[in-house]
């Protein structure tokens, strides 16, 4: 099991940049794929990126392509999403998730953190 704490949300202005963090407790985070995913107010929640438990393989939905960066360092437990040239249309409250067998944009993640609310200003 384990358990997942997102931080680095925050109000930024478009063009800006953020970095959401999300920490892992536990000694098993290396057997877990990790993904981000986010959801707008009155909206289902959507992927947003993905990286497989060796860091070996990433995944982007086509909006963040190009813009955003996933990475994971599995000696602190923890994964990155770096966030660049942001919009305002990347409002919304941004999620991690962990699963030992799914590292797909569709299917169940076993584990979620609580969110990070990410607001970007026109």
């Known amino acids: 099991q384990v358990q997942l704490v997102e931080s680095g949300g925050g109000l930024v202005q478009a063009g800006g940049s953020l970095r959401l963090s999300c920490a892992a407790s536990g000694r098993t985070f290396s057997t877990y794929h990790m993904g981000w995913f986010r959801q707008a107010p009155g909206k289902e929640r959507k992927f947003v990126a993905s990286i497989t438990r060796s860091a070996l393989n990433t995944y982007y939905a086509d909006s963040v392509k190009g813009r955003f960066t996933i990475s994971r360092d599995n000696a602190k437990n923890t994964v990155i999403l770096q966030m660049n040239s942001l919009k305002p249309e990347d409002t919304a409250v941004y999620y991690c998730?962990?699963?030992?067998?799914?590292?797909?944009?569709?299917?169940?993640?076993?584990?979620w953190g609580q969110g990070t609310q990410v607001t970007v200003s026109s």
């Open positions: 998730a962990g699963d030992r067998t799914n590292w797909r944009s569709t299917g169940k993640y076993d584990y």
